[in-house]
């Protein structure tokens, strides 16, 4: 079955530091970009950060909202992402989940996610 | 930035009723375009891709259609456990229209 799970979350106060794991297993990890999203209480889902795979460079980017504060990792290894939130901010509370990025039929643009994990929680207070 | 502008806002209909929900992007998005269903507590589910393909495991009740600007999703015959919200989503900046709730009347 392909699964992933999250876990880290908490509740931490603001200035603090939090790292987020999201344990991908039943594909093949490393070939996948890996995506993070974030859904505030009662809002909608926010784009938080990407890591292509090595074969396409291992690349990252994020959202304006998180950058220079949160960095994300991967170790296809161990089929794991993780996200490492730095100085946060209590607008940074919500769900956070972890998804794997699939691409068009085409096979042209890698744009939507097909498999998520069910979230980790952090507050931010 | 491309934005995805959703209507309605929330859509109230009875079980056995055809639901049709509309998304709208600023700029042509190709046929690029996913639609999600999210439930109180749970993750999205992707039910579309690249606007008409149904993902895995989805009912034949869900359909998608459209191009370039506009885009439907359209449910059959409502059935209980289809009452959530739907998003739709497209292929650049990773962004999300602001969601439909789907109410049972």
């Known amino acids: 079955e392909v699964q992933l799970v999250e876990s880290g979350g908490g509740l931490v106060q603001p200035g603090r530091s939090l790292r987020l794991s999201c344990t991908g297993s039943g594909f093949t990890f490393g070939d996948n970009i890996m995506i993070w999203f974030r859904q505030a209480p009662g809002k909608g889902l926010e784009w938080v950060s990407f890591?292509?795979?090595?074969?396409?460079?291992?690349?990252?980017e994020y959202a304006a909202s998180v950058k220079g504060r949160f960095t994300i990792s991967r170790d296809d290894s161990m089929g794991i992402v993780y996200l490492q939130m730095n100085s946060l901010k209590t607008e940074d509370t919500g769900v956070y989940y972890c998804?794997?990025?699939?691409?068009?039929?085409?096979?042209?643009?890698?744009?939507?996610?097909?498999?998520w994990g069910k979230g980790t929680t952090v507050t931010v207070s | 930035e491309i934005v995805l502008t959703q209507s309605p806002a929330t859509l109230s209909l009875s079980p056995g009723e055809r639901a049709t929900l509309s998304c709208r992007a600023s700029?042509?998005?190709?046929?690029?375009l996913a639609w999600y269903q999210q439930k109180p507590g749970q993750a999205p589910r992707l039910l579309i891709y690249?606007?008409?393909y149904r993902a895995t495991g989805i009912p034949a009740r869900f359909s998608g259609s459209g191009s370039g600007t506009d885009f439907t999703l359209t449910i059959s015959s409502l059935e209980s456990e289809d009452f959530a919200v739907y998003y739709c989503q497209q292929r650049t900046n990773w962004s999300f229209g602001q969601g439909t709730r789907l109410e049972i009347k």
């Open positions: 690249d606007a008409s």
């Open positions: 890591i292509r795979s090595k074969a396409k460079g291992g690349t990252t």
């Open positions: 998804s794997r990025v699939s691409s068009s039929v085409s096979s042209i643009y890698y744009y939507y996610m097909d498999v």
């Open positions: 700029q042509s998005v190709g046929s690029y």
